[in-house]
């Protein structure tokens, strides 16, 4: 069931073409993972969207990426999801409980649900994540510690989360509460020039996916695949810190891991990439 | 007449950048690119076609290949594609023009061109710290990359 197409071939004999131009584009392929769910890696742009269609960064990756991707078994980052499910059965914190011991099987009590952060968040009058929804979890119903960015598991306990949404096409609710305002401010930061390169994420991913920076082939910059595993790092990568790192390339100052700026830049790209299967955890180079 | 008011400029912001930027060198905010060109060297000292090859390749200098394409510099493994590829490119520009395109695309093709300013302060927000009123590149490696870009024609 596992075919794969020849189209990767073409990215790799970029070094011998030069200055020959590329004009790469996404690849036409179908994700199908283990041969069974069919995913949507393309689709129309809601409405108001800048572009026509959403497409998901594994069109824009090798075929040999890709392929890592289409294959649970051999997708790296599954390693990283099946240390989340231990997470998910740890008793931590004063109440002796586990998030198993309110949500049971995350099989079935998670599906489908990391396809719809961020969420309004009423208690805090503003949007939650995936990362903050464990920590309020944490606090609140374990008696335990909330997890510092990136840190102690919390990449693996949201992949694990949000892997439980495999194949469910990203839909996140605009309506609720105050999310409209976060959503407008979230624009606002993606199309702001950053940094003494001058650039906006709108810089890089609008105008210019499909084409290559240097050797980097440019995607949309979707967040469907987050947390997403980076062969380049060997590791997972989280959303926020994606979102830094890109700003930092801009030589500018970043802000903080769920600061106001990025819960709403979070916010916004969710809603740009809406319709895409959630591929958490996505394989990027 | 441009040019002697860019020297004057130069001679004028000698004192107060003296810290940051070399004395005869015009400073980046007294540059004054006029009908897109720059006739004037910014430091008066001949670029180097040779570092401005270097300079233009280098990822923590120019590094212009990140997005132009360049068959001068087939041995260079990626080239980008963001913007037009340089072949011919000094068929097409003047020197003036090419000095202009370097320190502030912007005032050439628009605000909205995605191409840094490479010898200007007209950046974006929230810039790095130790960067602050810095230029990605020096007068003189501007000058370099300049000399190396006249090279380039068809």
Redesign the interface.
Known sequence: MKKFGKVGAVLVTLGALSAVALAGGPVDQQLVIDGEIEMITRTEAPDGHPLDEVISGWHYRTGETRALEADTFENPGMLFVEQGEAAWNKIEGTEGKSCASCHGDASESMAGIGAQYPKWDADSGKPINVELQINKCRTENMGAEPLPFDKGGQKELTAYIKHQSLGTPVSIDLDAGDMQSWWKKGEEVYYTRTGQLNLSCASCHEQNNGNYIRADHLSQGNINGFPTYRLKQGALVSVHNRFRGCIRDTRAEFPAAFSDELMALEVYVTWRGSGLSVETPGVRQ | MIGRRILTASLACAATFSVAFASGTVAPDKVEIVDGALELSLTGTPGDPVEGRKTFAN?KLG?C???H???D??E???????GP?L?GVADRWSEAELRAIVVNSKELFSEET?M??FYSL????????D?IG?T?LTAQQVEDIVAYLTTIKE
């Open positions: 990822r590094n290949l990140a997005c394409a360049i068959s510099q087939k260079q493994l990626f080239h980008g594609e963001v590829e072949d995605v840094p300013g007209d950046v974006g927000v929230n810039v790095r710290k960067l810095k990605i």
